[in-house]
Structures are given as structure tokens and as C-alpha cells.
């Protein structure tokens, strides 16, 4: 009987946290993404960090869709011990934007004169990338690196499964002393 309840229990609140998850996602939310550049050539080779945030209420999820800063975009990275801002990238108030396809994230297209663009192709600015180059005198790109893009979890979804796997790992605990007792 006790297993029973317990067991309950931890089914209500796996419910509960998944309940709130998807009430969560099924509205309009700020998406956080985290991304490092792998710089391998130029003059400072390395990693550096940034980071972006979009409203998410306007995608489709289907086909090729781009957000910008008037979608909530915000975007800042540290590059050679400098911060950047989307307020930094040449055409401020039309990029920078991020791109997806199918609801998949393509990657930035993020151009900040004489110094860096993040982009697919800097010739194509409408369509944003994982790719890394460096700008001299405003024209000249050259690719030094990549750029890896990875999702940053909400604290509820993080909080949800902590909680489940508590009520897992109790449950599991329990069983084992009812067995020894028994």
C-alpha cells in the first residue's frame, strides 16, 4: 500500500513538471542561446563567447524564417577582450538576425565592421551561419573559424527533471527497504 502511494506521488509530480514545461513552451517565450567561436587561424587564434536571445511568438517553425532585433533579438560577444552588442553590428535595426529552418537554428548573421561576421556567407547577409571571419577595411573577409551554437535550458524544464529523478531515486531507495524488511 505504501509503494502504491508513493508511487502516486512521484506520478503526480513527473505530471506536474512536464504539465508546466509544455503550458511553458506552448506559449510565446525569450530562447537563450550560448555559442563559442573556434577561431583556428588568424591573428588570435582561440575561444571566444557569446550569447542571444529571441522572442520566439512569431515562428512558424516551417521552412526558412529569420528573427531580429525587432523580434527581441539581443546578442552580445566577447571577442579579444571587447563586448559587443547587436547595437554594434553595421546595420543595426535590420541585423543583427538568426536564422532557422524548420524551426532548427542555422546560426547568426552578425557583421561588425573592421573587426569579425558571423555568417553562412558574408555575401549573403540574409541567411546566418556558423561560420567565423575576420573584416579588414570593411571588404575583406577571411574565414578563421566556426561557430557551435547550443540551446541553454530553461530553469523549469532543469528544475522538472531534477525533481523527477529525486522522486525516482526516493522511490527506488523505498523499494529496497520494504524488500529487506519484508
Do not use: H
Amino acid at each position: 500500500m505504501k509503494l502504491a502511494k508513493n508511487l502516486g506521488v512521484a506520478t503526480v509530480a513527473v505530471a506536474i513538471s512536464f504539465t508546466a514545461v509544455d503550458a511553458k513552451s506552448a506559449q510565446a517565450a525569450l530562447v537563450n542561446y550560448g555559442f563559442t567561436v573556434n577561431a583556428i587561424s588568424g591573428d588570435n587564434p582561440g575561444q571566444y563567447f557569446g550569447s542571444f536571445q529571441y522572442d520566439d511568438s512569431t515562428l512558424t517553425n516551417t521552412g526558412l524564417e529569420t528573427l531580429g532585433v525587432e523580434n527581441g533579438l539581443a546578442v552580445a560577444f566577447n571577442y579579444l577582450g571587447t563586448n559587443y552588442t547587436e547595437g554594434d553590428d553595421t546595420d543595426f535595426n535590420s541585423f543583427p538576425i538568426v536564422s532557422f529552418n524548420n524551426g532548427e537554428v542555422l546560426g547568426l548573421s552578425y557583421f561588425v565592421a573592421d573587426q569579425f561576421a558571423i555568417a553562412s556567407d558574408p555575401n549573403t547577409p540574409d541567411v546566418g551561419g556558423n561560420k567565423f571571419y575576420l573584416i579588414d577595411q570593411s571588404v575583406n573577409t577571411t574565414q578563421v573559424g566556426t561557430v557551435n551554437y547550443a540551446k541553454v535550458p530553461e530553469p523549469l524544464a532543469v528544475g522538472g527533471t531534477a525533481i523527477a529523478g529525486v522522486m525516482g531515486l526516493w522511490m527506488q531507495r523505498k523499494k529496497r527497504a520494504t524488500k529487506v524488511v519484508g
